[in-house]
């Protein structure tokens, strides 16, 4: 069928390596707002836009390395995987740091506009969410035979796994003053 690429396929890896790369330059685009001095409307734009970006990628990781199948032409981590046996523990090492709450939050906050959206909490855990997602993506990387490593990372994971000092930095959209369009 056109469009389908094989499961566990170099083309399915290159979907996947995407993701992989978006997650880390929004995440270092955040690390920017961590300067201090005031932002100016534009900047609480632009924060806004990485924020919902980086949130994207985050949800979509999680769903590939969780192994959460919604449609059938979903890429999932153990379609790289040769050892049935292997995939538990990166699936594990992710939900420790997003659970399902979480994830439903991100949905609801990307993709539906809603009146729940004023009662859910607007800062982000970015640190842990990002340090959950490397370190389950080094499992993942582990679990992959030598040809496979090698059609997803371009430079080393190990030195991407962040420590503390970011695990407990939370972002916050901003509100930005509304101004009339004359």
Not at 34 to 42: S, V, Y
Not at 102 to 120: C, G, P
Not at 146 to 154: G, I, L, S, Y
């Amino acid at each position: 069928m056109p469009g389908e690429g094989k499961p566990g396929s170099r083309e399915a890896a290159g979907y996947i390596q995407y993701e992989i790369d978006m997650l880390r330059f929004t995440f270092q685009e955040l690390l920017e707002y961590q300067k201090p001095g005031k932002l100016t409307d534009t900047q609480k734009m632009f924060h806004n836009v990485v924020l919902e970006s980086f949130l994207l990628h985050v949800r979509n990781l999680r769903q590939f390395l969780t192994n959460l199948k919604l449609k059938t032409d979903d890429i999932i981590a153990n379609e790289f995987i040769e050892d049935e046996n292997i995939g538990t523990d990166f699936s594990y090492l992710v939900r420790q740091k997003i659970d399902d709450d979480e994830i439903k939050r991100i949905h609801k906050m990307l993709a539906h506009i809603s009146y729940k959206r004023r009662d859910l909490p607007k800062s982000w855990p970015t640190g842990k969410y990002y340090q959950g997602l490397m370190i389950a993506l080094k499992g993942f990387r582990d679990s992959l035979d030598n040809e496979k490593k090698a059609w997803f990372w371009r430079e080393d994971l190990e030195g991407d796994s962040r420590g503390p000092e970011i695990v407990d930095g939370t972002w916050s959209t901003y509100s930005v003053e509304r101004r009339r369009v004359n």
